[in-house]
């Protein structure tokens, strides 16, 4: 065997057996909307944040806390239909995939966040 076949050779041999060892990634989370049932079941007593910016804590009984930039606010949380309304701004879709969640408007790109137990803060 030439020198430059056995190379060829030796390196597809490789190759092929890395490829026979990967294994195949795990499929996504596929995101769901949620209903206003189980929006109230997954948000409520839990915060989603985007882990730099924003966070919200959706309390019991409707009680919002927020912080955005440092700066904490309270407010208000509730459900109308399918729909989450924070304040008075327009009513969200929610839409989770696993703990990822997103928060959908009409017209506007979705807020990303992560659900997750809440965050002591100062």
Same mark, same amino acid.
């Given at each position: 065997?030439?020198?430059?076949?056995?190379?060829?050779?030796?390196?597809?041999?490789?190759?092929?057996?890395?490829?026979?060892?990967?294994?195949?990634?795990?499929?996504?989370?596929?995101f769901r909307q949620l209903t206003g049932p189980?929006? $109230?079941?997954?948000?409520?007593?839990?915060?989603?944040?985007?882990?730099? /910016?924003?966070?919200y804590r959706f309390e019991p009984g409707g009680?919002? *806390?927020?912080?955005?930039?440092? $700066?904490?606010?309270?407010?208000?949380?509730?459900?109308?239909?399918?729909?989450?309304?924070?304040?008075?701004?327009?009513?969200? *879709?929610?839409?989770?995939?696993?703990? /990822?969640?997103?928060?959908?408007?009409?017209?506007?790109?979705?807020?990303?966040?992560?659900?997750?137990?809440?965050? $002591?803060?100062?």
């Amino acid at each position: 065997m030439r020198p430059w076949h056995r190379g060829l050779w030796q390196g597809g041999a490789v190759l092929l057996f890395s490829l026979g060892l990967a294994h195949p990634a795990p499929a996504a989370e596929t995101f769901r909307q949620l209903t206003g049932p189980q929006i $109230r079941a997954r948000l409520t007593g839990k915060e989603v944040t985007d882990e730099v /910016h924003w966070a919200y804590r959706f309390e019991p009984g409707g009680r919002l *806390q927020t912080v955005s930039m440092g $700066r904490a606010r309270t407010g208000i949380w509730r459900l109308q239909g399918d729909a989450l309304c924070l304040n008075a701004d327009p009513c969200l *879709q929610v839409w989770m995939a696993g703990t /990822h969640v997103e928060f959908r408007r009409d017209g506007a790109l979705p807020e990303e966040g992560v659900l997750q137990a809440p965050a $002591r803060r100062p």
